[in-house]
Nanobody, 122 residues
Framework: QVQLVESGGGLVQAGDSLKLSCAASGSIGRIAAMAWYRQALGKQRELVAQ???????DYADSVKGRFAISRDNAKNTVNLQMNSLKPEDTGVYYCAVDASLLTQFWATSTYWGQGTQVTVSS
């Protein structure tokens, strides 16, 4: 199995910055895409940013120019630098990775972290 541990959430004021980190561990064969999702209270989970194994990135329109996703393949980590935070960025942020196990190197599954709360006050 693959375990994901997120860190870095908290309570900040509008305009502040936060950096979220997610570390993957376990019997990992390879990691393909890595991503951050968020879910606001009463709303559906939405994709915030994703980064492919070749480092190409994609962002939700609402965070373009403010958030930056990065990954460290040697450490199996993915980070989300969030700048100029707004109250509408409030929610639970989830790390997700498409990864395979050592025993099935080419068969990937999506694994989720437990989520970390980000609250932005106005």
């Amino acid at each position: 199995q693959v375990q994901l541990v997120e860190s870095g959430g908290g309570l900040v004021q509008a305009g502040d910055s936060l950096k979220l980190s997610c570390a993957a561990s376990g019997s990992i064969g390879r990691i393909a895409a890595m991503a951050w999702y968020r879910q606001a209270l009463g709303k559906q989970r939405e994709l915030v940013a994703q980064i492919a194994s070749g480092d190409s990135t994609d962002y939700a329109d609402s965070v373009k120019g403010r958030f930056a996703i990065s990954r460290d393949n040697a450490k199996n980590t993915v980070n989300l630098q969030m700048n100029s935070l707004k109250p509408e960025d409030t929610g639970v942020y989830y790390c997700a990775v498409d990864a395979s196990l050592l025993t099935q190197f080419w068969a990937t599954s999506t694994y989720w972290g437990q989520g970390t709360q980000v609250t932005v006050s106005s």
